[in-house]
C-alpha cells in the first residue's frame, strides 16, 4: 500500500482520475505476478501453512524446489530422498528448522545446506546414511540441534562416517543426538572442534567403554547420556575427565556393570561424585553372587576376581590334559612301529621264565621223593 500511495503522490495531480487508478492498479497486479508466487506457492503434494511447510509420506524422491522463500519450519519426512546434495535445496534465507526423518536417505554430500544459512535445528534421524561429507554444512552454520538418531548404516566405518564432526563449520553447535546407533567405539578427538556443546545422547550405542580424552575441549557440557549401553567398567583417567566438567550430570543406568576387583575405581568414584543422576539405580551384572545388587551397596571387601582365577585354572587343566594325550599318542605310535621286536622280546622272557620254572618244578620233585633224593646224591659221589 505504501508503494501504491507513493505512486499516487509521485503521479501529476492533474490527470484524469480514472487513469491514475488504472496505472496504480496495474502497478499493484504487476508486483503481486513478481512476488507473491514466490512466497505463496506451495509445492505439489504438500500441506503450507503460514511459515510452514509439510511434505510427508509423499514417496518424494527429491526436495521440492518451489517451497516459499519466507518458509521458517520445513518438514519432509517419510519419503524416498536417498541424497541431499549442492541443488537440493533452493534459495531458503528464513529457514530455521529442517526435519527430515524416516527418507532412507544414505549419503549428504558437499555444500548440502549452503543455501540454509540461518538453519539453527536439524532432523536426521531415522535414516540409513553411510556417507557425510565434512563440508556438507556451510562456513559459518548457525546450526545448534543435529539429531542423528539410529541414521548411522555403516557401522563399520564409524570413524569416516563421524568425521564430519571434527569440522570448524559446527563450532555453534549446542546439543548433539547420536543414541540408537551401533557406534561401538567414540574415534578419539571427534567432540574437540565442539566447544559449545551442551548436551549429549549416547543411548543405546553399543559402548564398549568411553576412553580417556573423548570430551576433550568440551567443558560446558551438561548432559550427557550414556545409558543402556554395553558398558562393565570406566577407566580412572575416563573418571577424571567427567570431574573436570563441573556442571556435567551423567546417565549411566542400564549398563551391565562388572562388580569386580577390576571396578573398585569405578565404585570408589560412584559413592563420592554426584555427578551421576541416576547411581541410584545402578545394578551389578556380574558376578553371579552379586547379580542385581546396588552398586552402592557393595562394599570394597566384595570386589573379588574369583571368575579370572578358576578361568585361569580351568585353561591350566585343559592344557595338561592336551600335554598327557599328546605323550599318550606318542607312546602308542612307538609301540605300533616297533612292535615285531616288542613281541619277540615278550617270547623270549616267556620262554625263559619258563625254563626257569621247569627248573625249581624239577628240584621240587626230587626234593619230595626220598628215593629220588638218594640217587640224586649217589650219582652226584
Known sequence: MRLLRSLWSGSDHREDPGRLHKSGTMHFLFLLAVVVPSY???PDRCLCSSQT??????????????????????????NNISHISEDSFPALDLLTELYLSGNQMESVDAKAFQ???????LDLSNNRIQN???????????????????SL????????????????????????????????????????????????????????????????NSS????????????????????????????????????????TCFSEDLLRWLKNSTQVVDVQNLTCMAPETLKGR???????????????????LETSYVFLGLVLALIGLIFLLVLYLNRKGIKRWIYNIRD?????????QYRYEINSDPRLANLSINSDV
Not at 543402556?228 to 543406568?253: C, E, G, H, M, Y
Open 294 to 312: 546396588a552398586l552402592l551397596q557393595v562394599e570394597q571387601s566384595q570386589l573379588k576376581c574369583p571368575g579370572d582365577l578358576d578361568s585361569v
Open 153 to 216: 548404516y555403516n557401522h563399520n566405518f564409524t570413524d569416516e562416517l563421524l568425521s564430519f564432526l571434527r569440522s570448524s563449520n559446527l563450532s555453534q553447535l549446542r546439543s548433539l543426538d547420536l543414541s540408537n546407533n551401533d557406534v561401538v567405539s567414540l574415534p578419539d578427538g571427534i567432540f574437540t572442534a565442539l566447544s559449545k556443546l551442551i548436551s549429549l545422547n549416547l543411548r543405546n550405542s553399543s559402548l564398549l567403554t568411553v576412553q580417556t580424552g573423548v570430551l576433550w
Open 132 to 150: 557425510f561429507s565434512e563440508t556438507a554444512f556451510p562456513e559459518g552454520s548457525k546450526l545448534q540441534v543435529l539429531n542423528l538418531s539410529r
Open 115 to 121: 543455501n540454509l544459512p540461518k538453519l539453527t535445528r
Open 352 to 360: 625263559a621264565c619258563r625254563d626257569h620254572m621247569e627248573g625249581y
Open 53 to 78: 511447510v509439510k511434505c510427508q509420506n509423499q514417496d518424494l524422491d527429491s526436495i521440492p524446489q518451489s517451497i516459499p522463500a519466507n518458509t521458517k519450519l520445513l518438514f519432509i519426512t517419510g
Open 40 to 42: 505463496l506457492s506451495c
Open 220 to 259: 560446558l557440557l551438561q548432559d550427557l547420556d550414556l545409558r543402556d549401553n554395553r558398558l562393565k567398567d570406566l577407566p580412572v583417567a575416563t573418571l577424571l575427565d567427567f570431574s573436570l566438567i563441573p556442571d556435567l550430570r551423567i546417565q549411566l543406568v542400564g549398563n551391565p556393570w562388572r562388580c
